[in-house]
C-alpha cells in the first residue's frame, strides 16, 4: 500500500482499540497504555508509509515495542516503591466502547494481569500477543526481532513461569462466583466476621497495593471488573476501594485490595460522586428536585480481623 493510498487517521482511528488494549495489558494501567498510544499515532504521522502494507501490523509492532521500552522503565519505578503495586483493574462498561469490545476479545483475569508483572517485558509482550492477541510466532518474531522458534521458546518459558507461581488456567463458573462475590459483598457491609471466615479459602492470597488495616466505608456495590464480578467499597459517595476477588472450588482463595488514587480516577469519574453529582445536575436541569438525597452510615471493613 502507497502513502498516498493510506488514509492515516482512518487507518488509526480502526486499529486504535486494539492498540489501548495491547499496552494496557502490557503496562497494566490505562493512562500510560494511553500514552503509550497517542506517542505512536505521533510515530504513525510523521512516518513516511509509502512501503506499509499492512497498517494494522505496523501500529502493533510500534505499539509493542514502545509498551516494553515503558515497561522496563516502570518496573524500576515499582521495584523500588515502599509499598506494592497492583495493575490498574479495568471496569467493563455497561455500554461497550470499542476499547471496551477490544480488551474483551483479548480477555486476562486480574490475577493473572498481576502475575504477568514477574515476566520480563520480551516475556510479556510475546505472551500477550500470542495468548490474548492470537498473533502466530512469525509475527511475535518481527516484533521482538527474534525468531520464530526463539518467539515460541518465550511464551513457552513464560506460561511455564506462570502455571508454575499459580496462573488460573480458566475462569471460575460465572454463576459461582457471582454467588460468592455477593456473599462475601453482603458480609462486608453486616460487618459478619463469621460469615467472611467460612467463604475463603483455609491459605487465601490477600494482597493489597497499600498497608491496609482499617477501612471506612459506607456501602459495598457489585461491579464488573475485568470480565469477572467485583466489589467496589465507597465512603460518602467516593469509592474508597476496588475489591477483585478470585474464586476456586466453592472458596474464595485470592482478594486483591486496590487503593491507589490515580487506579480510582477513572472509576471514580464514572461512578464516584462526581458522576452522581454530574447525573443529579443532569435531572435538575430537566426537572427541578423534590426531594433530597442523603447518604450516612459508616462500618469498620477490618481485613486482619
Given at each position: 500500500?502507497?502513502?498516498?493510498?493510506?488514509?492515516?487517521?482512518?487507518a488509526?482511528?480502526?486499529?486504535?482499540?486494539r492498540?489501548?488494549?495491547?499496552?494496557?495489558?502490557?503496562?497494566?494501567?490505562?493512562?500510560?497504555?494511553?500514552d503509550?498510544?497517542?506517542?505512536?499515532?505521533?510515530?504513525?504521522?510523521?512516518?513516511?508509509?509509502?512501503?506499509?502494507?499492512?497498517?494494522?501490523?505496523?501500529?502493533?509492532?510500534?505499539?509493542?515495542?514502545?509498551?516494553?521500552d515503558?515497561?522496563?522503565?516502570?518496573?524500576?519505578?515499582?521495584?523500588?516503591?515502599?509499598?506494592?503495586?497492583l495493575p490498574?483493574?479495568?471496569?467493563?462498561?455497561?455500554?461497550p466502547?470499542?476499547?471496551?469490545?477490544?480488551?474483551?476479545?483479548?480477555?486476562?483475569?486480574?490475577?493473572?494481569?498481576l502475575?504477568?508483572?514477574?515476566?520480563?517485558?520480551?516475556?510479556?509482550?510475546?505472551?500477550?500477543?500470542?495468548?490474548?492477541?492470537?498473533?502466530?510466532?512469525?509475527?511475535?518474531a518481527?516484533?521482538?526481532q527474534?525468531?520464530?522458534?526463539?518467539?515460541?521458546?518465550?511464551?513457552?518459558?513464560?506460561?511455564?513461569?506462570?502455571?508454575?507461581?499459580?496462573?488460573?488456567?480458566?475462569?471460575?463458573?460465572?454463576?459461582?462466583?457471582?454467588?460468592?462475590?455477593?456473599?462475601?459483598?453482603?458480609?462486608?457491609?453486616?460487618?459478619?466476621?463469621?460469615?467472611?471466615?467460612?467463604?475463603?479459602?483455609?491459605?487465601?492470597?490477600?494482597?493489597?497495593?497499600?498497608?491496609?488495616?482499617?477501612m471506612?466505608?459506607?456501602?459495598?456495590?457489585?461491579?464488573?471488573?475485568?470480565?469477572?464480578?467485583g466489589?467496589?467499597?465507597?465512603?460518602?459517595?467516593?469509592?474508597a476501594?476496588?475489591l477483585?476477588?478470585?474464586?476456586s472450588?466453592?472458596?474464595i482463595?485470592?482478594?486483591?485490595?486496590?487503593?491507589?488514587?490515580?487506579?480510582?480516577?477513572?472509576?471514580?469519574?464514572?461512578?464516584?460522586?462526581?458522576?452522581?453529582?454530574?447525573?443529579?445536575?443532569?435531572?435538575?436541569?430537566?426537572k427541578?428536585?423534590?426531594?433530597?438525597?442523603?447518604?450516612?452510615?459508616?462500618?469498620?471493613v477490618?481485613?486482619?480481623?
Amino acid at each position: 500500500m502507497t502513502e498516498q493510498g493510506i488514509d492515516k487517521a482512518s487507518a488509526f482511528e480502526a486499529a486504535r482499540a486494539r492498540l489501548v488494549a495491547l499496552a494496557y495489558r502490557m503496562l497494566g494501567s490505562r493512562a500510560e497504555a494511553e500514552d503509550v498510544v497517542q506517542d505512536v499515532w505521533l510515530k504513525w504521522h510523521l512516518a513516511d508509509t509509502r512501503e506499509v502494507r499492512t497498517p494494522l501490523a505496523w501500529l502493533t509492532t510500534i505499539t509493542a515495542r514502545l509498551a516494553i521500552d515503558r515497561l522496563r522503565h516502570l518496573q524500576r519505578e515499582r521495584n523500588a516503591r515502599a509499598t506494592g503495586w497492583l495493575p490498574e483493574p479495568w471496569l467493563d462498561e455497561l455500554a461497550p466502547s470499542a476499547e471496551e469490545l477490544a480488551l474483551r476479545s483479548a480477555e486476562m483475569s486480574y490475577g493473572l494481569m498481576l502475575l504477568l508483572e514477574r515476566l520480563k517485558p520480551d516475556e510479556r509482550a510475546a505472551f500477550v500477543l500470542h495468548e490474548a492477541f492470537d498473533c502466530d510466532y512469525a509475527e511475535i518474531a518481527r516484533i521482538l526481532q527474534r525468531t520464530p522458534a526463539a518467539c515460541r521458546q518465550i511464551v513457552h518459558r513464560a506460561k511455564t513461569r506462570l502455571q508454575r507461581e499459580g496462573a488460573p488456567l480458566q475462569r471460575p463458573d460465572p454463576a459461582e462466583h457471582a454467588r460468592l462475590v455477593e456473599r462475601l459483598r453482603a458480609a462486608l457491609e453486616t460487618q459478619d466476621r463469621a460469615g467472611l471466615v467460612r467463604l475463603f479459602s483455609d491459605a487465601p492470597e490477600i494482597v493489597s497495593d497499600a498497608p491496609v488495616h482499617a477501612m471506612c466505608a459506607t456501602h459495598a456495590e457489585l461491579l464488573s471488573i475485568d470480565g469477572m464480578l467485583g466489589i467496589a467499597l465507597l465512603n460518602q459517595g467516593e469509592i474508597a476501594a476496588l475489591l477483585d476477588v478470585s474464586t476456586s472450588g466453592g472458596r474464595i482463595v485470592a482478594l486483591r485490595i486496590v487503593t491507589h488514587a490515580a487506579h480510582l480516577q477513572s472509576v471514580q469519574r464514572r461512578y464516584g460522586l462526581p458522576a452522581v453529582v454530574r447525573l443529579l445536575n443532569t435531572i435538575r436541569m430537566r426537572k427541578p428536585l423534590s426531594t433530597s438525597v442523603t447518604v450516612c452510615g459508616d462500618f469498620p471493613v477490618d481485613v486482619d480481623a
